[in-house]
């Protein structure tokens, strides 16, 4: 007779030795780009992390955000971040996903912003493990490839047309016109865009956060007859709730979508229709995953996306929105498109407004050295 069968104990597949952390500028292709509350800027500052491991493997992750004042998230803030939770990242195994996110989450309580890029690293270096892309670890890839949307800086409503137009040009059908500023010049910008849209195109109207409700209720009236959505028309869930009850058009939620929590209280209100998952707002790809799951399994559709980064940056949404089912996908950010700078072969790549996963393994890319250059922190 056999005896017991005994669970056999766990073995750790790798252990990180190191962690090397890049800082990149990345000029932007438009020369600057501007936002509500005339929040502008002209060159990314992007962190760039480098995890190696005993076994040789060696894994990368990138964070970007949209300056200081977009989300409580800055560029200087990362690296710090990194200097104070990197030290007890040595020794740990990588490849066991959620329980490096969990453990980054009991080393340093809040910033999801400085966990991302590791937790970057960590996907990448699963998948290189495993031999397989990350895209199959998230559960396969849905359909050919995804479609992108191209946000539109903020301008005048004839400058922001003409934008529209250029980026019609190559292959976009779907805007995202940064608005949140005075009513009536906002709701300009909007008609003037709209009517010049072609048959299948989508328009969104991103406020940013920045009106005020009274505000949100006048350009919601002024384009009542529209198609289009408005994305985060004001700073405050409550504020939010109210002026979307006050319209027909469909809302989008994306600065106040940070987590499982608030995704929740929002779709039990009825609170939006979409909601948008930057990679670096909820710590990083376990999170987004999460988030993902749960919102196919709630009906809600999704903008997958970050608040900016290179070709790094962009392997890990095109791997996330490419296995997320197509009808749950809104829209979808290709953020190396907007920089001049290329940090990696292999990144993702629009064509005709459109974008596939890497199919090699890991995030599938090779970061460039000689862009990366020497690392401001080394831990380990």
């Not at 710090?80 to 990242?89: R, V």
């Not at 499982?260 to 987004?288: F, W």
Request: aromatic residues 6%; contains cysteine; charged residues 20%.
């Amino acid at each position: 007779m056999m005896g017991p069968v005994r669970a056999q104990p766990w073995v750790s597949l790798m252990k990180i030795t190191r962690i090397l952390v890049h800082q990149v500028d990345l000029p932007l292709r438009e020369g600057s780009y501007s936002w509500s509350g005339g929040k502008s800027l002209k060159v990314y500052d992007s962190t760039v992390v480098r995890l190696e491991t005993d076994t040789g493997h060696v894994g990368h992750g990138e964070v970007c955000p949209l300056g200081p004042a977009y989300l409580p998230a800055y560029a200087a803030g990362v690296r710090a971040g990194l200097a104070e939770l990197g030290p007890h990242l040595i020794g740990q195994d990588p490849t066991q996903v959620g329980v490096m996110c969990r453990f980054m989450d009991q080393r340093l309580k809040g910033h999801p912003y400085v966990k991302s890029a590791i937790d970057m690293a960590c996907w990448d270096l699963l998948g290189l493990s495993a031999g397989v892309p990350v895209s199959t670890l998230l559960g396969g890839c849905h359909g050919e490839s995804v479609g992108l949307y191209r946000a539109i800086s903020q301008d005048t409503p004839e400058r922001m047309a003409e934008s529209v137009a250029s980026f019609r040009a190559d292959g976009y059908r779907q805007f995202q016109l940064k608005v949140g500023g005075n009513p009536d010049l906002d709701i300009a910008r909007i008609r003037t865009v709209v009517g010049g849209l072609k048959p299948g195109e989508i328009v969104v109207a991103d406020a940013n956060t920045g009106w005020l409700p009274h505000q949100a209720v006048r350009v919601f009236a002024g384009i009542e007859d529209l198609d289009i959505y408005i994305e985060q028309p004001c700073l405050t869930y409550e504020e939010c709730l109210n002026v979307r009850r006050r319209t027909r058009r469909p809302i989008v939620l994306d600065e106040l979508i940070d987590g499982i929590p608030v995704l929740l209280r929002a779709h039990a209100d009825c609170a939006m229709d979409v909601v948008n998952i930057k990679l670096s707002k909820v710590g990083g790809l376990t999170h987004a995953r999460e988030m993902r799951d749960l919102c196919v399994a709630m009906g809600i559709a999704m903008t997958i996306e970050d608040s900016g980064g290179s070709d790094i940056a962009t392997a890990a949404i095109a791997h996330l929105a490419h296995s997320t089912p197509e009808a749950f996908r809104f829209s979808v950010s290709d953020c190396n498109s907007y920089v001049t700078v290329t940090t990696a072969d292999d990144g993702p790549r629009r064509v005709d407004g459109r974008m596939r996963a890497p199919t090699a393994p890991g995030l599938g890319i090779t970061p460039l050295s000689a862009v990366l250059g020497k690392p401001v922190l080394t831990i380990g």
